[in-house]
């Protein structure tokens, strides 16, 4: 058996409230909770929906609950990976498409890009 080592995966709890969100009603008392985890060097067969022999009951628990978005389209390096999944962007277009954004380097996402977390933040 081997045991889960990273995470690839994007968990929608409580579509239902989602797609209301979506929709655009604010100020609903349901709302999502939504938890993305983006793991590099991950493959399909290293989540247990996908292989009987990797062990990761609290991952399987949510992914239950939830939906899995298995279908993002990754770059070969996690900058413009995060950066597209982040935003709904091509990497290209962010001009991120080419090298991993290390610590105290002086460019990274632009500040007037907006991010999943701004349209969750509008619709309340």
Do not use: F
Request: charged fraction near 15%; include cysteine.
């Amino acid at each position: 058996m081997r045991i889960l080592g990273g995470v690839l995966a994007i968990l929608l709890l409580d579509s239902v409230s989602w797609v209301t969100a979506m929709e655009g009603v604010k100020g609903k008392i349901n709302q999502p909770n939504i938890v993305m985890m983006v793991a590099d060097d991950l493959g399909w067969a290293d989540m247990p929906w996908h292989d009987s022999l990797t062990i990761a009951p609290t991952l399987t628990g949510l992914a239950d609950s939830g939906i899995i978005l298995d279908r993002h389209y990754v770059q070969p390096i996690c900058s413009p990976t995060r950066s597209a999944l982040m935003t709904g962007k091509y990497p290209s277009r962010l001009g991120l498409n080419h090298m991993t954004i290390n610590a105290g380097e002086p460019y990274g996402l632009g500040v007037d890009e907006k991010t999943i977390a701004n349209h969750l933040k509008d619709l309340g």
